[in-house]
C-alpha cells in the first residue's frame, strides 16, 4: 500500500521532544543515549524531571499519584535520578462517540485536554486556607463517572452554605471537539454570601512533568495560550490571575494573596511556567451561578482562526443525549456478577472514543499498534453492537486509504481485508458504494497477489540440527526455526482474509481473480498443515533459554488469532500442545507476566488465554482469569495496559487501554453465543456458579453474522432456564450446561435433542431448532 496508511502524527512529537531537550538541559540532566525513538526520549526525559522537581517538593505541588508514590519515600534519598508513573497509571477519557480525539482525567480533577499544554486543576478555599483536591483522599470528594450512559464526571463539595459542583465532558461544537468543565455555585444559605475558586494551568500530567515554557493570557478573548497552543477558554473574567513557577513553593501564598496584575504572560527556561486564575463569586439567598472552561482537543495555535461560541447546559444536554443514543444501540448485558455490567458498558465506551484514534493515531502509543490489534477494536465494536461507530471506522478507512501500490505488505493489509469482510458479515450485506466496492475488489487483488508472491518462493526450511555434544554426533534434534510461530500466526490471518472476501469477490464474474483467490486458499491451507507439522517435530528450547519468553509470547498471539479466526486448517490439539508449552511463570496468579524490559504484569493478555479456552470448552480455567482482571478495574471501571501488584493500579502504558477493552468484549461474548460454522454454541466458556446464581444472565441483541440473538438464563420455584432467541435457524445449537446436571432431566422446548455429552470437560447438548426460541429446563 501507499504510504498513506502509515500514522499521521499531528500532534507535533518533534516539538514536544525539542522542549523537553531544552528543559532537561536547564536542569542540567544527562541527555539518553542515542537512537531512541521521540516518544522513549521524552519518556526518559520526564522521568528524570520528574526525579528532580518532585523529590523535594511539597505535596501541593504535585499530581495525586506522585504524592501518593511518594508518600512512603524517603525525599532525602539523591541518588534516585529517575521517578515515573509506575503504581496509579488510572485515568479516564473525556470524549465522544466515534471521537478523533478525547482529554484525560484523573480521579482528584486534574484534566488534560492536550498532552503538550499541560493540565487544567481547580483549588478551592475554605476558611483554613486552600483546597487542593490531588491531596484529598478516597474517603472525601473525588471527580467520578456519574453513569456509563452519560459519561459526564461530576466533583461535588461543601464549603459553609455553598455547594460546589464541577461537571466534566466531552462536547463537539462545529465540528471541533472540547473537553468542558461546568462550574455550579448554589448558595443553600439565607443569606447573600461570596465564593472564591481558583483555575489553574500546571505543567504537568497524570505521567509527570509536562513543561510549559510560555503562558499567556489574553483577557479581551478570554482565554489562555501555553506554549502557543489555546489551552482555556471561559465565559466570565477572573477578579485576579497570578504568572509563577511550579516548583517555587511560595506560589501557593502569592495565590492566596493575589495582588493586582496588568502582567498578560510569563515564560519559563525551566518548563514550570504556571497561572492561576481567582474567581469571585457573589451569591444570593439560595441562589446558583454557572461558569464554563473548555478547552480544544485539537491543536489550535494564535493565529488560527477560532470562531466565539456560547456555552450553555445545552451543549452538555447534547453530549449526553450522544451518549445515551448509543447506549441504546449497543448490546443489553446483564450478569450474575454484577460488576461485569458496568465494566462491559465502560468498554464499549473506550471502543467508541478510541477507535477513530487507534485507526488514524496522532501518538506514538497508538500508532505503535499493529493492524491485527486495530482489526481486533474493530471486530469487538462490531460483537458488542456499536455498529454506527464501526460504520464510520469502515467508511473512513475505505476512503482515505490509497488503493494497492506495488506488493502488499501481508502483515497490515490481511487483517484490513479481514477487518472490513467482519463488518459486511455483521451487518448482513450493508450496501457497498461503488467506491468501496472498488476498494475491496483492489484490495482482495492486491492480497492474493502478494499471498501467491510469498507461497510461489516458500520453502519450508529444516529445523537445526544441533548435536548434544561432540562426544554424541549421531544423536541430534531438531531446533525450532526462530520465528515460525509468527509466521504461522500470519498464514492464519492471510488466510482468514482471503476466505473473507469470496462472498465479495464471487459475484462480480471476475474469472481470474476469483480462480487465484480459490487457488491461494487451497495452497495456504496446505501450507499451514506443513508449518504445524514443522512445528510438532522440532525441539523447544529450554525455559531457562533467553529466547523462550519470546517464543511464549508468540504462542499466545497465535492462540488469540486462532481464537478469533477460527480457522479449520489449523488443529485443535495442535494448539492444545501449543498451549502447554506455556510456562505456569508466565501466567503469575492470573496475570500474563512480561518484561519489556523490567517486569510487567498484564491486565487483558491473560483474557486472550481466557479466549482460547472458552473456544476449546476449558471453562475450568476462564473465570479464575476473568475474577482476577476484575481486582485490577478503575473506579470508573476500566482496564490499565498493566497493573500494579501492590496498589493494583496502572503500572505502565495506557491507563485506559483500548487492547483490554476489545479483549474483554470478545471473551465475554463468546463466553455467552458464538458461531462456528453454521451452528451456534451457547454458554460455553461460563462460570459453573453462574448457572444457579440468583442475579440472571440476560443478553439482548447480541450481533452475530447470522443475526442478531438473545440469551437468559434464571430460575423459578423448582427448575432452572436456559432460553436462546434468533433470528435465523443455525444448522444446530450447542448449550452447555454445568456438569451437575443429569441429562435425563434436561427438558428442551422449541428443538429436538440430536446428541448429550455428559462426560465432556464441559458437558453439553446438541440440539436442531425447530423455532425461533428454544428453551431448555431442568430441576433444581
Request: hydrophobic content about 40%.
Amino acid at each position: 500500500m501507499s504510504a498513506s496508511w502509515g500514522p499521521v502524527l499531528i500532534i507535533n512529537e518533534l516539538t514536544r521532544l525539542e522542549r523537553f531537550r531544552r528543559v532537561a538541559e536547564h536542569h542540567g540532566l544527562t541527555p539518553p543515549r542515542d537512537g531512541m525513538l521521540p516518544a522513549d526520549e521524552i519518556d526518559n526525559l520526564q522521568s528524570q524531571l520528574n526525579a528532580k522537581l518532585y523529590a523535594a517538593a511539597e505535596q501541593w505541588m504535585l499530581p495525586s499519584w506522585a504524592v501518593l508514590t511518594l508518600k512512603d519515600t524517603d525525599k532525602g534519598r539523591s541518588l534516585v535520578t529517575e521517578f515515573s508513573n509506575n503504581m496509579y497509571c488510572n485515568w479516564s477519557l473525556i470524549g465522544g462517540v466515534g471521537t478523533k480525539r478525547y482529554g484525560i482525567v484523573d480521579s482528584r480533577g486534574l484534566v488534560i485536554p492536550r498532552i503538550d499544554c499541560g493540565s487544567i486543576d481547580l483549588w478551592l478555599q475554605n476558611e483554613d486556607g486552600f483546597v487542593f483536591p490531588a491531596l484529598i483522599g478516597k474517603d472525601g470528594p473525588q471527580l467520578r463517572l456519574v453513569s456509563s450512559d452519560d459519561q459526564v464526571y461530576e466533583w461535588k463539595t461543601y464549603i459553609k452554605s455553598v455547594e460546589f459542583t464541577r461537571l466534566v465532558y466531552h462536547v463537539r461544537k462545529d465540528e471541533i471537539e472540547y473537553v468542558f468543565n461546568e462550574v455550579v455555585l448554589r448558595n443553600h444559605g439565607l443569606e447573600k454570601t461570596t465564593f472564591a475558586f481558583y483555575v489553574l494551568v500546571r505543567p504537568m500530567s497524570v505521567l509527570g512533568v509536562e513543561p510549559i515554557e510560555l503562558i499567556e493570557y489574553d483577557a479581551e478573548r478570554r482565554c489562555i495560550y501555553a506554549n502557543s497552543y489555546l489551552a482555556l477558554m471561559f465565559d466570565k473574567s477572573p477578579s485576579a490571575i497570578v504568572f509563577g513557577e511550579a516548583d517555587d513553593s511560595d506560589f501557593a501564598e502569592r495565590v492566596k494573596h493575589m495582588p493586582e496584575s496588568h502582567d498578560v504572560q510569563t515564560a519559563s527556561v525551566a518548563g514550570q511556567a504556571t497561572l492561576a486564575m481567582r474567581f469571585d463569586v457573589s451569591l444570593t439567598p439560595a441562589g446558583a451561578q454557572r461558569i464554563f472552561f473548555w478547552s480544544p482537543l485539537a491543536s489550535i495555535g494564535k493565529t488560527d482562526e477560532q470562531a466565539p461560541i456560547k456555552p450553555s447546559t445545552e451543549d452538555r444536554d447534547n453530549s449526553i443525549g450522544e451518549w445515551f443514543d448509543f447506549s441504546d444501540l449497543r448490546v443489553e448485558t446483564t450478569f450474575p456478577e454484577e460488576r461485569l455490567d458496568t465494566l462491559f458498558s465502560q468498554a464499549t465506551v473506550s471502543l467508541a472514543m478510541q477507535a477513530f484514534p487507534v485507526m488514524f493515531p496522532e501518538v506514538s502509543h497508538l500508532a505503535s499498534l499493529d493492524w491485527i490489534e486495530r482489526m481486533r477494536v474493530l471486530g469487538a465494536l462490531l460483537r458488542s453492537g456499536c455498529t454506527t461507530v464501526a460504520k464510520e471506522v469502515v467508511d473512513a478507512l475505505s476512503e482515505n486509504m490509497s488503493s494497492p501500490d506495488g506488493q502488499l505488505d501481508l502483515s497490515m493489509s490481511s487483517p484490513l481485508l479481514w477487518g472490513l469482510h467482519q463488518y459486511l458479515e455483521y451487518t448482513q450485506g450493508a450496501t457497498l458504494n461503488v467506491d468501496r466496492l472498488r476498494f475491496l475488489k483492489q484490495l482482495t487483488a492486491g492480497v492474493v497477489a502478494a499471498a501467491r508472491g510469498q507461497l510461489g518462493g516458500r520453502l519450508i526450511p529444516a529445523a537445526h540440527e544441533v548435536g548434544e555434544s561432540d562426544d554424541e554426533p549421531l544423536q541430534h534434534h531438531l531446533v525450532m526455526r526462530a520465528g515460525v510461530l509468527s509466521d504461522l500466526k500470519q498464514m492464519l490471518w492471510n488466510l482468514a482474509a482471503l476466505r473473507s472476501a469470496v462472498a465479495t469477490v464471487s459475484p462480480l464474474h471476475e474469472s481470474e481473480l476469483i480462480l487465484n483467490l480459490n487457488n491461494t486458499i487451497e495452497q495456504y491451507q496446505a501450507y499451514i498443515v506443513e508449518t504445524c507439522a514443522e512445528i510438532d517435530k522440532a525441539r523447544w528450547l529450554s525455559p531457562t533459554d533467553p529466547a523462550s519468553e519470546q517464543v511464549e509470547q508468540e504462542i499466545l498471539d497465535l492462540l488469540a488469532s486462532a481464537a478469533l479466526l477460527q480457522i479449520k486448517a489449523i488443529d485443535t490439539s495442535f494448539l492444545l500442545r501449543l498451549s502447554s508449552k506455556i510456562s505456569p511463570k508466565r501466567m503469575a496468579n492470573g496475570l500474563w507476566k512480561v518484561h519489556q524490559p523490567d517486569e510487567k504484569y498484564s491486565s487483558h493478555l491473560a483474557l486472550r488465554l481466557a479466549h482460547f479456552y472458552v473456544k476449546t470448552r476449558q471453562r475450568e480455567k476462564v473465570e479464575t482469569i476473568l475474577n482476577r482482571a476484575l481486582e485490577f478495574m478503575s473506579d470508573d471501571f476500566h482496564l490499565p495496559e498493566f497493573v500494579n501488584l501492590r496498589t493494583f493500579g496502572g503500572s505502565a502504558g495506557a491507563g485506559v487501554s483500548v487492547a483490554a477493552s476489545a479483549d474483554l468484549i470478545l471473551l465475554l461474548c463468546d463466553m455467552l453465543v458464538s458461531e462456528e460454522g453454521s451452528s451456534l454454541v451457547i454458554l460455553s466458556g461460563v462460570p459453573e456458579d453462574w448457572f444457579t446464581a440468583k442475579r440472571p444472565l440476560l443478553i439482548y441483541q447480541l450481533p452475530l453474522t447470522s443475526g442478531p440473538a438473545y440469551l437468559e438464563t434464571g430460575m423459578s420455584a423448582n427448575q432452572h432456564q436456559i432460553e436462546v432467541g434468533m433470528e435465523s435457524f443455525p444448522e444446530e445449537i450447542e448449550i452447555h450446561v454445568p456438569p451437575s446436571v443429569p441429562m435425563s432431566m434436561v427438558r428442551v422446548y422449541g428443538g429436538s435433542i440430536v446428541e448429550k455429552a455428559p462426560k465432556a470437560a464441559s458437558p453439553f447438548l446438541k440440539i436442531v431448532p425447530l423455532s425461533d426460541e428454544v428453551v431448555l429446563t431442568y430441576h433444581k
